[in-house]
Antibody, heavy 120, light 105 residues
Framework: QVQLVQSGAEVKKPGASVKVSCKAS????????ISWVRQAPGQGLEWMGW????????NYAQKLQGRVTMTTDTSTSTAYMELRSLRSDDTAVYYC?????????????WGQGTLVTVSS | SYELTQPPSVSVSPGQTARITCSGD??????AYWYQQKSGQAPVLVIY???KRPSGIPERFSGSSSGTMATLTISGAQVEDEADYYC????????FGGGTKLTVL
């Protein structure tokens, strides 16, 4: 069965970086892209970007350009999302999701979410 | 930047039809997707490419799109459908609507 398992919760100080992993299993990793979505406490969903696991092409939200990098490691079927220069408003649950249907969006399968807390 | 606009809340009684709208200038050219999120859980895709239903999603969920508006319809809403619903689409990048809280009581 398809599974996306994310790394554990993180606490970071303002200005630091965080790297969240998303390990895929149950399907051919390079056949689908991975979308990243975050949700601040009590707020709505925010699309962060998408990466092709086939060739590494990316599409990032304009708001995060320059601070976010998405990568994949096909040898371990793992996707990564690194966010730099963290601010308090980056505190959120971060989700990875398989891109099943194109349009850079999340599809049927989601990770469990990773809480990133940015606090001094 | 591109925006999708949803009503903040919709309320229906059990068994009634709930309609949640999503407006965006690029919707005539781009697909809409709909996600359901219950409290404390990851989102679930309920409609993709305007009107298609993923496997396992009940038939009471349907989607349509006309012009600059996409609509999620829940026919015969049930108490367990109470959740936040988000539309998603793209321009050059992806964007979610602000979300609609559906109350069924």
């Amino acid at each position: 069965q398809v599974q996306l398992v994310q790394s554990g919760a993180e606490v970071k100080k303002p200005g630091a970086s965080v790297k969240v992993s998303c390990k895929a299993s149950g399907y051919t990793f390079t056949s689908y892209g991975i979308s990243w979505v975050r949700q601040a406490p009590g707020q709505g969903l925010e699309w962060m970007g998408w990466i092709s696991a086939y060739n590494g092409n990316t599409n990032y939200a304009q708001k995060l350009q320059g601070r976010v990098t998405m990568t994949t490691d096909t040898s371990t079927s793992t996707a990564y999302m690194e966010l730099r220069s963290l601010r308090s408003d980056d505190t959120a649950v971060y989700y990875c999701a398989r891109g099943d249907y194109g349009d850079y969006g999340p599809g049927d399968y989601w990770g469990q979410g990773t809480l990133v807390t940015v606090s001094s | 930047s591109y925006e999708l606009t949803q009503p903040p809340s919709v309320s229906v009684s059990p068994g009634q039809t709930a309609r949640i709208t999503c407006s965006g200038d690029a919707l005539p050219k781009k697909y809409a997707y709909w996600y359901q999120q219950k409290s404390g859980q990851a989102p679930v895709l309920v409609i993709y490419e305007d009107s298609k239903r993923p496997s396992g999603i009940p038939e009471r969920f349907s989607g349509s799109s006309s012009g600059t508006m996409a609509t999620l319809t829940i026919s015969g809403a049930q108490v367990e459908d109470e959740a936040d619903y988000y539309c998603y689409s793209t321009d050059s990048s992806g964007v979610f609507g602000g979300g609609t809280k559906l109350t069924v009581l």
